[in-house]
C-alpha cells in the first residue's frame, strides 16, 4: 500500500468513525415526539375529562391545578402525581393496551372530590 | 306491628362464631328488623354481648334529591336504637359523621350539632371514628377537639377492638408511624385472640378508582393475618360489601344519608336517588351480636383399670 492510499484509507475510517459517533450522540440525546396534554384540575372537575390516546404514542400529561391541592392518578398504567396550585406536574406515559381506563383525584380535596374523575380512551 | 322478616337479613361469618344483622332503615326504620336480634339476645343464642354499627351520617349534608328527609334521618336512627328493648352493650360510628365543609367554623358546628343529636341515645358507651369528610381537609383537627383520638383501642368481655385511622391522611394513607403503633398493639394479643378492627375506608382494594380502597391497606392486613380471630367493620362505600381477605372477614355498612352505586356499576360515582316510592331505601344501621368464644373440652381416655 502506498503512502497515499493509507492516508485516503485513515481519512475514510476516521470519518466514518465521527459520523458514528455524531449518530450515536444524536440518537442518545433525541428528544422523543411526545404529545403534550394540558389538564387543568378545578373546582372538583378535570378538564378536559375525556382524553384520546393512541396505543404506543408517548404523550406527557401536564397537569396544573387552578385553586386546590389535588391528585391525578391513572391507575391501570400505574402513575399518580400530586397535583399542587402554582405548578405544573408532569406524567409521561406511553401506553401499551387499548381500552377504557379511569383517572381520578386521589387527594381529598372537598365536597366534590367524589366525582372528580376523567376517562383515558386509548385506541389502536 | 309487621312481623319482622328474616328474609331482610343476612347471616355472616365473623367474630368467633358471630353473627352481623344488618337492617335498614326501610322498614320501618329497622326498629322490627332490630327487634329480633333482641329477641335473639334474649336467649335463643349463648351470646355474650351485642353492639350497634351506625355510618357515614354525613351530617351537614343537603340534597332533597338524594335525601329530602336529611335533617331527620340520623334522629330517626337514634329512636330506633333506643326502641330496642334490649339495649346494645355499645353503638361505634364508623366515620363521615359529618358532611364535609371548607369553612372551619361550620365543620365545628357540625360536629357539635352530631354530638347533640347522638347524645340523646341511651346507651353511654359510644366509640366513634373520622371519616374523610371530617378528617382529610385538617388531618382531623376539628375531629380530634370534639371526639378524641383518630386512632384507639379498646376492649369489651374479651374482644379487643382497635381503630384505625385511614382518613386523616388525605391521600388514604394509614402511614408508618400508626402501623407501628398497630403492630406493637397486635403483639399484646394472642394469635387466637378475638379481634375487631373497626375503620372508614376498606382496608383491601374494593374499587379504587372510586377511592374504595386504603392505599397502605396491604400492609394492615399483612400485620392482622397471624391473628386467627379477625373481623373489619367498615363504613364510607354507603353500601352493605362482604369480603374475605385470607381467613379475615370484612363487612361494610350502610350509610344513614344517602346510598352509593355498587362499584363500578356506573361511570361516574353518585348518590342514589331518592326513590319516594321507597323512602329510606339503601340506608340503615346494624347491630352485631358477638358468640361465645367456642368452649375446650379437654378429653383424656382412661381404660378400666383406670392406668
Ligand atoms: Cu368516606
Ligand atoms: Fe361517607
Not at chain 1, 100 to 124: L, R
Not at chain 2, 215 to 241: R, S, W
Amino acid at each position: 500500500m502506498n503512502h497515499k492510499k493509507r492516508i485516503l484509507l485513515t481519512g475514510v475510517l476516521l470519518a466514518s468513525a465521527v459520523v458514528s459517533g455524531l449518530l450515536t450522540y444524536t440518537r442518545a440525546n433525541a428528544v422523543p415526539v411526545e404529545r403534550v396534554i394540558h389538564i387543568t384540575a378545578k373546582n372538583f372537575q378535570f378538564s378536559p375529562d375525556s382524553i384520546t390516546l393512541k396505543k404506543g404514542e408517548p404523550v406527557v400529561f401536564e397537569i396544573s391545578s387552578g385553586d386546590r391541592k389535588h391528585g391525578f392518578s391513572l391507575r391501570a398504567f400505574g402513575v399518580r402525581t400530586d397535583v399542587l396550585p402554582g405548578k405544573v406536574s408532569r406524567i409521561r406515559l406511553t401506553p401499551d393496551k387499548t381500552g377504557k381506563f379511569t383517572f381520578s383525584c386521589d387527594v381529598f380535596c372537598g365536597d366534590g372530590h367524589e366525582e372528580m374523575t376523567g376517562t383515558v380512551i386509548v385506541t389502536e | 306491628m309487621n312481623k319482622f322478616d328474616r328474609r331482610g337479613f343476612i347471616k355472616l361469618a365473623g367474630l368467633g362464631g358471630g353473627v352481623v344483622f344488618a337492617s335498614s332503615l326501610s322498614r320501618g326504620f329497622g326498629l322490627n328488623a332490630l327487634g329480633s336480634v333482641v329477641d335473639y339476645a334474649n336467649g335463643k343464642a349463648q351470646n355474650d354481648f351485642y353492639f350497634v354499627q351506625l355510618s357515614d351520617t354525613h351530617w351537614g349534608f343537603a340534597g332533597p334529591k338524594v335525601n329530602p328527609d336529611a335533617e331527620g334521618t340520623l334522629k330517626k336512627a337514634v329512636q330506633a336504637v333506643n326502641s330496642l328493648e334490649v339495649q346494645p352493650d355499645f353503638i361505634v360510628f364508623t366515620g363521615d359523621l359529618t358532611h364535609t365543609t371548607d369553612n372551619v367554623q361550620v365543620r365545628k358546628d357540625r360536629m357539635s350539632q352530631f354530638k347533640d343529636i347522638v347524645g340523646g341515645l341511651k346507651v353511654p358507651t359510644v366509640h366513634f371514628m373520622a371519616g374523610e369528610h371530617d378528617a382529610s381537609l385538617d388531618r382531623g383537627d376539628a375531629y380530634q377537639e370534639a371526639f378524641g383520638k383518630l386512632n384507639y383501642t379498646f376492649d369489651h368481655k374479651g374482644v379487643h377492638f382497635v381503630v384505625v385511622d385511614n382518613v386523616s391522611d388525605p391521600g388514604a394513607s394509614v402511614g408508618e408511624s400508626q402501623l407501628n403503633w398497630l403492630k406493637a398493639d397486635l403483639k399484646q394479643q394472642k394469635t387466637d385472640a378475638r379481634i375487631v378492627v373497626l375503620t372508614h375506608r376498606p382496608l383491601f382494594d374494593l374499587y379504587p378508582d372510586w377511592d374504595w380502597a386504603t392505599k397502605d391497606g396491604t400492609a394492615v392486613i399483612d400485620a392482622l393475618m397471624p391473628h386467627k380471630n379477625v373481623t373489619v367493620f367498615y363504613g364510607h362505600i354507603h353500601q352493605e360489601n362482604h369480603h374475605m381477605t385470607g381467613h379475615i372477614a370484612h363487612h361494610s355498612a350502610k350509610s344513614l344519608m344517602f346510598p352509593l352505586p355498587a362499584p363500578g356499576s356506573v361511570p361516574k360515582k353518585a348518590p342514589v336517588p331518592w326513590d319516594a316510592s321507597a323512602p329510606y331505601k339503601g340506608l340503615g344501621l346494624r347491630s352485631i351480636e358477638a358468640g361465645p368464644k367456642q368452649a375446650k373440652y379437654e378429653i383424656k381416655e382412661l381404660n378400666v383399670t383406670g392406668a
